[in-house]
């Protein structure tokens, strides 16, 4: 049969990136306490094309994730990139996954177990000189007004935000561990179940343990500069968001660390 993706392109113009976006597929990934775990990810795959081709095969890229699909773990997403980049005699080849990763975790008083949502995303780009992975999370927190507690006679406003960590991946880690990092940093973390003891110990601790986004950010960079010791990250970025229960706007900081590959992936 004629194929037509592979026959010349008069118009000399290359493409920097062609493939598939928001593929929705079954996924199974590293799960610390119970060794792999189901979920679903959304997934966008793209390799450059050369002037001279005139299109790209996109039922190669869904074919080859489907090989990878049951186990998507952090080593095996570069490998998957590279056999992409190469089965489609590309230069360089790009990849984005990201997928709702769940917890269980106990409320800390009285044990009661429940189910908390995390947002994680692979993000890579391979070519013949590098090979550049990042790992990203979005943690669910509460934090309470430092400026309130100490300017009201009773009481503090406290809300719910988001703490958002991206890691230039050197070697292997959890994403839980990842995630308890930036719990500890904020005035306290998210449960799905909570009775009125644990209620109690999560509000007063809050009140004992006051942020503001910039001290989020702040603690959760220093935990980062030395998360992994035997290789320790060469980048990572952190930011935070408050969604404020006394004001109508949001509350927000970020910084990074370290150099960030020049080609690296957007």
Same mark, same amino acid.
């Given at each position: ?71 998507? $773990? =952090?080593?095996?997403? !570069?490998?998957?990139?590279? +056999?992409?980049? @190469?089965?489609?005699? %590309? ?97 306290? $973390? =998210?449960?799905?179940? !909570?009775?009125?003891?644990? +209620?109690?110990? @999560?509000?007063?601790? %809050? ?60």
């Amino acid at each position: 049969m004629r194929d037509i993706q592979n026959e010349r392109d008069m118009r000399d113009v290359p493409l920097q990136k062609v493939g598939v976006r928001s593929l929705e597929y079954p996924v199974q990934v590293l799960d610390k306490t119970h060794r792999v775990q189901r979920t679903t990810a959304t997934v966008d795959l793209f390799v450059n094309l050369p002037e001279r081709f005139k299109g790209t095969h996109m039922s190669r890229f869904v074919e080859l994730f489907h090989q990878y699909h049951t186990d998507v $773990s =952090l080593n095996r997403f !570069l490998s998957m990139l590279e +056999e992409l980049r @190469v089965r489609l005699s %590309a230069q360089r080849a790009y990849g984005t996954m990201t997928f709702p990763y769940f917890i269980e975790k106990k409320s800390p008083v009285t044990n009661s177990p429940g189910m908390v949502r995390y947002t994680c995303t692979y993000e890579g780009q391979v070519d013949d000189s590098a090979h550049d992975f990042f790992v990203s999370v979005a943690v669910p927190v509460t934090t309470l007004c430092p400026c309130s507690k100490a300017i009201s006679d009773y009481g503090a406003h406290n809300q719910r935000g988001v703490v958002r960590v991206k890691v230039l991946y050197s070697s292997f880690f959890w994403i839980e561990d990842l995630i308890a990092v930036i719990e500890r940093a904020a005035s306290g $973390s =998210l449960y799905a179940v !909570l009775k009125r003891p644990d +209620e109690k110990m @999560v509000t007063e601790h %809050a009140y004992d343990n006051p942020r503001f986004v910039e001290d989020v950010v702040r603690e959760v960079y220093v935990a980062l500069r030395s998360f992994a010791i035997e290789k320790p990250f060469l980048w990572f970025s952190v930011e935070a968001e408050n969604f404020e229960s006394i004001h109508c706007h949001n509350a927000y900081a970020y910084t990074e660390y370290g150099a960030k590959p020049a080609a690296s992936p957007r």
